[in-house]
């Protein structure tokens, strides 16, 4: 007689997370590490050290030495009691307001007539357009310093006449013209390259329903151009609020004020006072100022594209 006996209940098995698992999780920071690093150190860590010295002001106490004390926003409060830099705010949104949309409209002319140009012709004008942007900063300034120059401009030699340039009343517009001139062929290629990467079929879909080349224009690629445009619109944007090396190098040239852009006038400041955490305050609220009309534009652009 065979006897039945039961079975002994097997044991669960001991579960464990393959050790590949948490390995490929872990793989994604070991790539982002570097970058991870190089932008705590070279912006995170800068911009916390720039909003804790804002927070120190200088003071005097008898005859001896001015000491850096806290004086927490003791800086953001004279900065807004600035008038210079209020006015330099001021002048920079003027600045951007006329420049910009202008600066835009020009490459985004030239990149169209690129773009219905091929050949070798459509190659030596990329080019040219854009050999204003590999000129330092520095250089240009001296450069278009001398085409101001009063007396020496090859302007007034030819019209015949004496005019000032760098006069209080133009020197913001002939600023406006060096930025113009340097970055006009740079947005130009960043146009042009979104317009190469527009599908053929599109132009050869609308040639079939009778559009003409104005009507491709009009309803294609200028609508295919709008992110575009609106990258290079913030970043037209960051750099106007960065503006110094214009006019710094044409100071000695004619009658620049200090508070022409913001950039300028915090340098100067903390240049004669050596004070640093007024400096730093002025620098945190150009930063705000600078993400705020990005923001504002990003808005505007964003309502403009819904409707």
Do not use: C
């Not at 490929?24 to 150190?41: E, I, N, Q, S, V």
């Not at 004020?257 to 955490?277: C, E, H, K, Q, S």
């Amino acid at each position: 007689m065979t006897v039945l006996t039961k079975a002994p209940a097997a044991e669960a098995p001991n579960i464990r997370r393959p050790q590949h698992r948490r390995a490929g999780r872990a793989t994604p920071w070991f790539f982002l590490a570097p970058f991870l690093l190089a932008f705590t150190a070279f912006f995170v860590a800068p911009v916390g050290y720039a909003v804790y010295l804002s927070l120190f002001v200088k003071k005097r106490s008898g005859i001896g030495p001015a000491r850096e004390v806290f004086g927490g926003l003791s800086n953001y409060v004279r900065a807004f009691q600035d008038s210079d830099f209020l006015q330099s705010l001021l002048n920079i949104l003027l600045f951007g307001v006329v420049q910009i949309p202008l600066m835009l409209v020009i490459a985004t002319a030239l990149a169209l007539v690129l773009d219905a140009t091929k050949g070798s012709t459509s190659r030596f004008f990329r080019t040219a357009f854009y050999l204003p942007y590999t000129v330092p900063s520095v250089i240009a300034g001296l450069l278009w310093g001398y085409l101001y120059s009063k007396n020496l401009s090859p302007f007034n030699q030819i019209a015949g006449t004496k005019t000032d340039f760098l006069a209080s009343q133009l020197v913001l517009f002939s600023i406006g013209n060096i930025v113009t001139w340097t970055w006009t062929g740079y947005n130009m290629i960043t146009l042009y390259a979104a317009l190469q990467n527009v599908p053929t079929d599109i132009y050869e879909a609308g040639r079939i329903d009778g559009a003409s080349n104005w009507q491709l224009t009009r309803y294609v690629k200028l609508p295919l151009l709008r992110p575009t445009l609106t990258l290079t619109a913030i970043f037209s944007i960051i750099g106007t609020m960065q503006i110094f090396s214009e006019p710094f190098v044409l100071r000695p040239l004619g009658y620049v004020p200090d508070n022409i852009t913001p950039n300028t006038y915090l340098y100067l400041t903390v240049a004669r006072d050596a004070n640093f955490g007024y400096g730093a305050a002025l620098a945190v609220l150009l930063a705000l100022f600078t993400l705020l009309m990005s923001g504002f534009f990003l808005r505007f652009a964003a309502n403009e594209g819904d409707s």
